[in-house]
C-alpha cells in the first residue's frame, strides 16, 4: 500500500527558509511523476513543484520560480522541496503526490487529478 509522509514544517520568520521532506512507501516513484501543493486556508489546492516524465523533468508555479527548490533521493524514495526567502504568503499545508501514470515527455503534472497518491500534510507558517 503506497504511503507518502511529509515532514519539516514549522514556523519561520518572513525571510528564512525550510526543507519539506516526503518519504514514500509502498511503491518506487523513482521513474514517475511526484509533486508538491499546497492549501492556504480558504483557498483551494494549489501546484507547487513536480518532477514530470519520466520522473525526471522539473516544473515550478511561476509564482515560486527562483524561491523554491524541488529534489530527490532515488536511493531512499524521499523527495524534498526546499523553500528560501519565504514571505508570510507561503503560509499554507503543503502536500506531498505521486502517481504512477506517465503521460510522457511535456505533460506537466500541475493538476491535482494528475495525481492518485497523497500525504496528509505538514503545515508552514511564516510570520511576517
Known amino acids: 500500500q503506497v504511503q507518502l509522509v511529509e515532514s519539516g514544517g514549522g514556523l519561520v520568520q518572513a525571510g528564512g527558509s525550510l526543507r519539506l521532506s516526503c518519504a514514500a512507501s509502498?511503491?518506487?516513484?523513482?521513474?514517475?511523476?511526484m509533486g508538491w501543493f499546497r492549501q492556504a486556508p480558504g483557498k483551494e489546492r494549489e501546484f507547487v513543484a513536480a518532477?514530470?516524465?519520466?520522473?525526471?523533468?522539473?516544473e515550478y508555479a511561476d509564482s515560486l520560480k527562483g524561491r523554491f527548490t524541488i529534489s530527490r533521493d532515488l536511493a531512499k524514495n524521499r523527495m524534498y522541496l526546499q523553500m528560501n526567502s519565504l514571505k508570510p504568503e507561503d503560509t499554507a499545508v503543503y502536500y506531498c503526490?505521486?502517481?504512477?501514470?506517465?503521460?510522457?515527455?511535456?505533460?506537466?503534472?500541475?493538476?491535482?487529478?494528475?495525481?492518485?497518491?497523497w500525504g496528509q500534510g505538514t503545515q508552514v507558517t511564516v510570520s511576517s
Open positions: 503526490a505521486a502517481t504512477l501514470r506517465n503521460y510522457g515527455l511535456g505533460y506537466r503534472y500541475r493538476s491535482r487529478s494528475d495525481y492518485d497518491y
Open positions: 509502498g511503491g518506487t516513484f523513482s521513474n514517475y511523476p
Open positions: 518532477f514530470t516524465w519520466n520522473g525526471r523533468g522539473t
